[in-house]
């Protein structure tokens, strides 16, 4: 057996384990009783154990080093880079520090749970000051190792090859023309009346509404499902890819938003190339495109007029809601977008949503390169929220500075994903319109041709290509900020 | 470390491991698309081979001879034992064996699924004679070691201790009595009448109405829950079990008595003892200990005049069927005993059932001592089903000795267990009876001091004796078929 053919046999093997890791992961937040919270930790923790330990075995490194010399297909030598990417990254941390830092995130992230509700910034700051300082640890370690500056070897982790250099760039230029673009919409909105949600939407009603929604979007429901828990994710494996939302019976519009954002991530999913399948290679890119999908569904087809029709005919035989002024196309539009300058990032809407972003952006940014401390964050945060909202945040730490809780288990680098994943999104509709006709499509409730074009430019390339050579590749251009400006105008103004 | 002290932790290793693999399975049976089959299949067999190699590992022998020299208390010998029992039931074959058996026995079991349903014995015969074969040279080496005749080799993996001696006393006993009682029986139940179930009883009721049986039969729902399979089963780990039934929206007799029937083996898992949690002395003692319990609460509790009067009142509310003749007391208590000699095992009765276990019982036992062939066994099928129920299975294979899943993958030693569990739980209850007022308790809707001494004498002792040990001290005799009968007879006759 080749040493290539030895790597693929091993990354299969990882696989299985990662199979289980993902389906207990899954159960433990859709299922799980709360009494079976130790023994599945345990368990979960083992498994990640073994999975550290096969991707970390000795000879790896050899069997690296020979599959370099050996005779590769151009998918072949993709395949050995994106083995060899999971194995630097899991091999390049000491054992200790990963340790300290699962403990250390573990703790801030427990005791955040209270504390901040209980807006205790001096509580979380002495956890989290430990957090900080092992993250910029490894982020240093990363540094020397992949020759990069520090928050951009924390970047690497989600957004491979994405650098600062890059992000300052787009993010800039949101930035000269986003808080106009708020203010202009918010101007035109309070012209408008809305009707919002006052009635009571069953949790089975909005469940098979759900379904329906999901049967439109073509997910694959011999390779899926979709169930409830607290926290709404995509997870699975691509051949069995579970998806959850939560629901609440005094409004349908955030479960079944949500429910259009998750089936996107499971199409990716479900999408990726079989010939690759449990291997990295034929794994999602980055979570800037998985994020990419999940907001083509939500964004670019879920919020336009043509989505919401069919929404509106579905919902009002869901609800049995033929009578009520909630479900007009007009409200059904207004309601999903509807913009407000919030606190908080998980409820802004599309066009409030990057200003959060990039405040987060340039805070751990700054944080991980050693700029500023942990305990100038609020005060920062504060400044930065005037600016880009016009709202503070003093003394309000638990709507500040202490709500995601990305943070305070030292997820720094992950934050970006989220609207570069909006304006791929974008970028991907300008490109799609040149060849099909997107809203005909939409319409008709046959969206094929829309699948299509996401599956032979985005799915089944899985991680044959860097992000950069994926986005040329599919649009003919890497990322640019003018065509997001374009969809938020043309939807906004 | 102490070597018994290594051992203790490389078993808690296994443990977690093996949870991942029980709840993968409960999830296949239970959530799982069609389409996620293959990779759920690959993930399973690869932790299947872990869980073999972790259990096989060369240094075990070295800690189990020393660990036998070191100083332990009672229950550690107890501890070591059980670890032993494993370790020894995992390198007695040898590896190739095991591979032949596994592939024997998957393409006999798969192709049975058809030639089941087209009563294709000569096809079957073909597949089968090889997992036979390999069954008998499994027995041969499992009886070289373990110095038994070779069936009593085979029970050895279900029912450690138990043996073709005391089967043969107990079940000849057996013999002597049960067809004149299933006459008795069938005449008496000839002149009354009954009214069967012929509503629609919808799944959302039966399943509220399971879970209020569950709840009286104080199921720990922190640590456990009810969903639906094809196949009713228990599964899980003791701190989240998971119980499955399923429905039948034309009748809900048999899925509300199946859920009676896993609750109980669900109490006996939840009730395992804390202390041992994860290693073999902590789990259940046997197969047929594990079933005395679904059996102690199917048939001393389930089918009690009480219980059932509790059961009426509950699916009266259930399935708002308060004018319908069908519930009545005397006619639900008709339904849960009525007595009927059928050819199918698990639609059995509780009388007829004992007649099908000892059929395959001695069937199998003569099978794997080379007194019959497998082309024999439908011809002596034939004669026994006519002995014992009086009706013929020739040529009718499909009803005959096709029809259960057991002996197509080479699971023989198996069947005696169901019988042995509801003999033990007729036992349990004539020595319960002298200490609790079990009637009044079911009455009463608290049914705490039943549970209470389940727990002391079977749930609390998991595996820290034999199970001639467990039965003498909770019953004061090993298993007694007085027992059985007399509880037969009063219900019957
Ligand atoms: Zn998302
Ligand atoms: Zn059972």
Redesign the interface.
């Known amino acids: 057996m080749s040493n290539y053919d030895q790597l693929i046999s091993h990354y299969q093997?990882i696989n299985?384990?990662n199979?289980?890791q993902a389906?207990?992961g899954w159960?433990a937040a859709a299922?799980?009783?709360?009494?079976?919270n130790?023994?599945?930790s345990?368990?979960m923790?083992?498994?990640s154990v073994?999975v550290h330990r096969l991707s970390t075995q000795p000879q790896l490194s050899e069997w690296f080093n020979n599959a370099e010399n050996e005779t590769l297909t151009t998918e072949q030598t993709a395949s050995l880079r994106e083995m060899k990417r999971q194995w630097l990254q899991a091999t390049l941390l000491p054992e200790e520090l990963v340790q300290a830092q699962s403990k250390a995130g573990s703790k801030c992230e427990h005791a955040w749970r209270t504390q901040r509700q209980e807006n205790d910034w001096t509580g979380f700051e002495k956890n989290w000051k430990e957090v900080v300082t092992l993250s910029r640890e490894e982020a240093q370690i990363r540094s020397d190792i992949l020759g990069l500056t520090p928050y951009d070897a924390m970047l690497d982790k989600f957004e491979p090859d994405t650098t600062t250099v890059s992000l300052d760039v787009l993010f800039s230029d949101v930035k000269t023309w986003l808080p106009e673009l708020i203010e202009k919409a918010l101007a035109k909105q309070q012209t408008e009346s809305i009707i919002m949600p006052s009635g009571i939407y069953p949790t089975a009603a909005q469940k098979s509404l759900g379904l329906d929604i999901m049967k439109l979007l073509k997910f694959?429901?011999?390779?899926?499902?979709l169930d409830q828990s607290v926290h709404p994710f995509c997870g699975?494996?691509?051949?069995?890819v579970r998806i959850t939302t939560r629901y609440d019976e005094s409004d349908f519009v955030q479960a079944l938003m949500g429910i259009v954002h998750e089936t996107g991530h499971a199409r990716y999913e479900q999408g990726l190339p079989k010939a690759f399948?449990?291997l990295p290679v034929g794994e999602a890119r980055s979570m800037g495109i998985h994020e990419s999908q999940s907001l083509f569904f939500e964004m670019q087809i879920g919020r336009s007029k043509d989505f919401i029709t069919h929404l509106l005919r579905l919902s009002k035989d869901a609800f049995n809601a033929h009578k009520d002024p909630v479900f007009t196309e007009d409200n059904l539009y207004k309601l999903y977008t509807r913009v407000d300058k919030g606190f908080i990032r998980v409820d802004a809407d599309e066009l409030t949503y990057p200003a959060h972003v990039i405040l987060r952006y340039e805070i751990e940014r700054d944080l991980i390169n050693g700029l500023i401390e942990h305990t100038d964050v609020p005060e920062v945060w504060d400044e930065k929220m005037k600016a880009t909202l016009g709202i503070s945040t003093k003394g309000n730490f638990k709507n500040g500075c202490m709500q995601d809780i990305h943070w305070t288990d030292g997820a720094f680098g992950y934050f970006p994903s989220y609207t570069l994943g909006a304006m791929y999104a974008a970028q991907y509709k300008a490109t799609m319109t040149q060849t099909v006709d997107i809203d005909a499509a939409i319409k008709s409730g046959d969206l094929t041709p829309i699948f299509q074009w996401l599956s032979d430019n985005i799915w089944s390339q899985a991680s044959l290509h860097t992000t950069d050579e994926l986005i040329k590749r599919a649009t003919g251009e890497t990322l640019n900020a003018a065509h997001f400006k374009k969809h938020l105008e043309g939807r906004y103004l």
Not at 220 to 225: I, L, S
């Open positions: 093997t299985h384990f199979h289980a389906m207990l159960d299922n799980m009783p709360a009494g079976g130790e023994a599945r345990n368990a923790a083992e498994l073994h694959d429901f011999d390779h899926g499902r699975g494996v691509p051949s069995d399948a449990g």
